[in-house]
């Protein structure tokens, strides 16, 4: 079946660095992918519409300068969480839905920021 | 808004019990609704869905019926295992042409499953 892949599964930064998230869809083209973050105990929080050839759309609340979507191809969206915070601490998980409109996430990313 | 009410966990039950996991939900118009299930430290994984009412979702010996009359999708399994022991989200979408994505999700709090041997 169709695959959302993410990368990496786990990273750890120092506080004001910037690190990079990728999420993959692996066997179909995704013209729109999602970025949702989930602190621990709470639901996913829709982050923010990532559209393949144009800018993202942010949910109310979140900061576009700090959470930076690039979605270059049918195939990668990528989230880079610039000058990172230990706030910024989260599980991290993307989703696209396929052209059975079927919505898949991706394993999701343990960012620490420390 | 559309919003979507889990019951609280945790749920322990032992092996082999009966479970139910009660979900209802707040939205215009006719959404699909969706059970997505995360094991320890890995993502959600699409468990069921049903798109209409009165349809039954059903994987894995788990199974939801999509209630309109009651906003409800309540997830239950008629013989728990070990191996089932995660967090359950119930979740929904928006409805057709209501504006927006309906792609993005809406999801419950999630419920937390663990099934003694």
């Known amino acids: 079946g169709a695959v959302v892949s993410q990368h990496p599964s786990w990273v750890i930064c120092k506080s004001g660095t910037s690190v990079k998230i990728e999420c993959r869809s692996l066997?179909?083209?995704?013209?729109?992918m999602f970025w949702y973050r989930q602190f621990p105990k709470q639901s996913l929080m829709l982050m923010a519409t990532s559209n393949e050839g144009s800018k993202a759309t942010y949910e109310q609340g979140v900061e576009k300068d700090k959470f930076l979507i690039n979605h270059a191809s049918l195939t990668l969206s990528t989230l880079t969480v610039t000058s990172a915070h230990p706030e910024d601490s989260s599980f991290y998980i993307c989703?696209?839905?396929?052209?059975?409109?079927?919505?898949?996430f991706g394993e999701g990313s343990w960012l620490t920021v420390v | 808004g559309n919003s979507v009410t889990q019951m609280e966990g945790p749920v322990t039950l032992s092996e082999e019990a009966f479970l139910t996991i009660n979900c209802t939900y707040t939205?215009?118009?006719?959404?699909?609704l969706f059970w997505y299930v995360q094991y320890p430290g890995e993502g959600l994984q699409l468990l069921l869905k049903a798109t209409k009412a009165d349809d039954k979702g059903s994987n894995k010996g788990f199974e939801a019926t999509y209630r309109k009359e009651t906003t409800s999708f309540h997830l239950e399994k008629g013989s728990v295992q070990v191996s089932d022991s995660a967090v359950y989200f119930c979740a929904l979408n928006r409805p057709p042409n209501s504006g927006g994505s309906n792609y993005k999700l809406t999801f419950g709090k999630g419920t937390l499953l663990t099934v003694n041997p």
């Open positions: 989703s696209a839905p396929d052209r059975g409109n079927t919505i898949y």
């Open positions: 066997d179909f083209q995704a013209t729109t």
């Open positions: 939205a215009t118009g006719y959404p699909s």
